[in-house]
Structure formats: structure tokens, C-alpha cells
């Protein structure tokens, strides 16, 4: 299949391209789509189906969409940054912050925890597949884990340096990238998405 990624995000193509294999991969710059969604809604799935279905709108004949929505939920923050991940600092700077800053902001905010049972988080992403108007899939998964106390690791991207998978004890950025696909959010997602497909196929 031809599946339209609702993102403009290369790191996620990639991690797509290598799970969804045997399928094409397109971001909508690539058609010439200029797309770009306010994610307003208060959970992941709603998010993530929103973007499909703007896209959808959007897509040439022949094309599935898929979108995802995901984010990392703290415990000791009552579940932030959440569907705010990609936002996160953006009320306390004014503007948004890159990568390393939001790690260092959150790091900021988690230093009085000492123990690891107190910095508790969860890596979330929900999928969201349209094949057509009538037909709409959902997907939600989560991988346990705990937040750092500084960085460790040079792959992945986002929070991926200050988060460890409990499973496996290091950092989603630690991980190669055949283990990021079997142990993150993303990949146990992808994985549900993989049996519909064979399924509809």
C-alpha cells in the first residue's frame, strides 16, 4: 500500500518505513500537501484520529493515511507533558523549545525525586489508519519506564534520552534500532496495525 504519513516528521517516517515493511511511506510535502494540524483534542487516540482525517481530505486517490499521536505521561506531574509533549515549557518560555531544552526542563522539574520508584513514566502512542470514509482503525499501546537523571545515548530522538525502558534497562536513545521497533510505543502499535493490514490485504 501506499500509506500518507499525517506528519512532517522524518524520525517517524523512518521508524514507519522499517516496521510497516513491504509498504510505501510518503510524508505530504512529498505530493506537494502542505498539512499542519492544531492537536487541540485531550487524549492521543482523538488526536491521532483528527490528523487522519484531515489528511484524508487532503490525499490523492489511492492513498491510506496514517497518523499517530504520541507522547511521554510522568507520573509525579499527573501525567504531563502528555498530549502536550511536543509543547512542553511552551507556558513557561513563550516560545517552543527544541529537543534538549525540553529534556533539561523536564530533568529541572523531576530533580527533588530522588528514587526511581518516584520518577515513573509512560511512553504513549496511538495510531490512527484511515482506509476510507467508512473505514477508521484506532490503536493504542504504552511502554513502561522510568525517567533519568541526565541523558544517556545518541539515537532516537525527542524525549528518547532521559526515558528508560523498564523491560530493558536503558535508554530508548541506548537502544539499537531493532530494539527501539520491538519495545517502544510505536513499534507495539505498529505491530497491531500490521496484523489489520495482513488481514485486509
Not at 126 to 136: G, N, P, S, T, Y
Not at 140 to 167: H, L, Q, R
Request: hydrophobic share 35%; glycine share 10%; net charge negative.
Amino acid at each position: 500500500m501506499n500509506i500518507l504519513l499525517a506528519s512532517n516528521n522524518e524520525h517517524k517516517k523512518e521508524e514507519f518505513s522499517r516496521i510497516l515493511t513491504g509498504h510505501t511511506i510518503i510524508l505530504p510535502r512529498e505530493l506537494g500537501i502542505d498539512f499542519d494540524f492544531e492537536e487541540e483534542a485531550e487524549t492521543f487516540t482523538e488526536n491521532a484520529l483528527g490528523k487522519a482525517r484531515a489528511l484524508a481530505s487532503l490525499a490523492p486517490d489511492g492513498y491510506k493515511v496514517l497518523a499517530d499521536d504520541s507522547g511521554l505521561c510522568v507520573d509525579a506531574l499527573e501525567g504531563l507533558p502528555g498530549v502536550r509533549t511536543a509543547r512542553y515549557g511552551l507556558e513557561t518560555f513563550g516560545r517552543m523549545l527544541g529537543s534538549e531544552e525540553r529534556n533539561e526542563f523536564l530533568l529541572k522539574n523531576l530533580v527533588h525525586l530522588e528514587k526511581r520508584k518516584d520518577r515513573g513514566a509512560q511512553f504513549v502512542c496511538a495510531l490512527a489508519f484511515v482506509m476510507d470514509k467508512r473505514r477508521e482503525f484506532t490503536f493504542c499501546e504504552a511502554v513502561e519506564g522510568f525517567i533519568t537523571k541526565e541523558s544517556y545515548g545518541e539515537g532516537g530522538f525527542g524525549y528518547d534520552p532521559v526515558f528508560v525502558v523498564k523491560e530493558v534497562g536503558r535508554t530508548m536513545a541506548e537502544l539499537s534500532e531493532q530494539e527501539k521497533d520491538r519495545y517502544s510505543h510505536r513499534g507495539k502499535a505498529s505491530r497491531h496495525l500490521i496484523t489489520l493490514l495482513g488481514e485486509i490485504s
